[in-house]
T-cell receptor, first 116, second 109 residues
Framework: EAGVVQSPRYKIIEKKQPVAFWCNPI?????LYWYRQNLGQGPELLIR????????DSQLPKDRFSAERLKGVDSTLKIQPAELGDSAVYLC??????????????FGEGSWLTVV | GQQLNQSPQSMFIQEGEDVSMNCTSS?????WLWYKQDPGEGPVLLIA?????ELTSNGRLTAQFGITRKDSFLNISASIPSDVGIYFC?????????FGQGTRLTINP
């Protein structure tokens, strides 16, 4: 079974340019997450989707970040315009909600963004 | 954003030694997870703990879910070179996963 697939793996852009990341979750997983991981830190949640609904976007900087999951499967995360401080790894993850609240979150390999 | 207190931040050990790391939180979690992240890769799940007091093993790895639901530890026995990497604890509550800052493990052969 394929894991969480992300693209691109690496992206270098100039500040003020736009960038987009794509994620395909594990087949059948209804919950999808976007995390940002700064160097030397643990991942921090940006947004969580249940199917196509964004149920937690409290940590998403909405002035420049946007995300969508139109059909409840694939998702895109966009930054426009990018700033130097946006350099980080953007991790997509997915999970399948189970009865009793037991569910495990699986991560993709990440999209490594460098803004110059 | 909220993060867990994970310690130690880094460890330098000899091959064959045992390793212990832990996480504490001021919040209660329903699930504790331990991940390993290699350079250039995403976090890979090692162990998931779903019940307070639960002790779970995965090969040379053993992890426990603290009885207060505010802490967890991970032990690695007889370390080998491929154990090198960054280990993250994560507490899960209300479908939100909160991470520790990681323990960087370095092994001298």
């Amino acid at each position: 079974e394929a894991g969480v697939v992300q693209s691109p793996r690496y992206k270098i852009i100039e500040k003020k340019q736009p960038v987009a990341f794509w994620c395909n979750p594990i087949s059948g997983h209804n919950t999808l997450y976007w995390y940002r991981q700064n160097l030397g830190q643990g991942p921090e949640l940006l947004i969580r989707y249940e199917n196509e609904e964004a149920v937690d976007d409290s940590q998403l900087p909405k002035d420049r970040f946007s995300a969508e999951r139109l059909k409840g499967v694939d998702s895109t995360l966009k930054i426009q315009p990018a700033e130097l401080g946006d350099s980080a790894v953007y991790l997509c993850a997915s999970s399948l909600d189970r009865t009793g609240g037991e569910y495990t979150i699986y991560f993709g390999e990440g999209s490594w963004l460098t803004v110059v | 954003g909220q993060q867990l207190n994970q310690s130690p931040q880094s460890m330098f050990i000899q091959e064959g030694e045992d390793v212990s790391m832990n996480c504490t939180s001021s919040s209660i979690f329903n699930t504790w997870l331990w991940y390993k992240q290699d350079p250039g890769e995403g976090p890979v799940l090692l162990i998931a703990l779903y019940k307070a007091g639960e002790l779970t093993s995965n090969g040379r790895l053993t992890a426990q879910f603290g009885i207060t639901r505010k802490d967890s530890f991970l032990n690695i026995s007889a370390s080998i070179p491929s154990d090198v990497g960054i280990y993250f604890c994560a507490g899960q509550g209300a479908q939100k996963l909160v991470f520790g800052q990681g323990t960087r493990l370095t092994i001298n052969p």
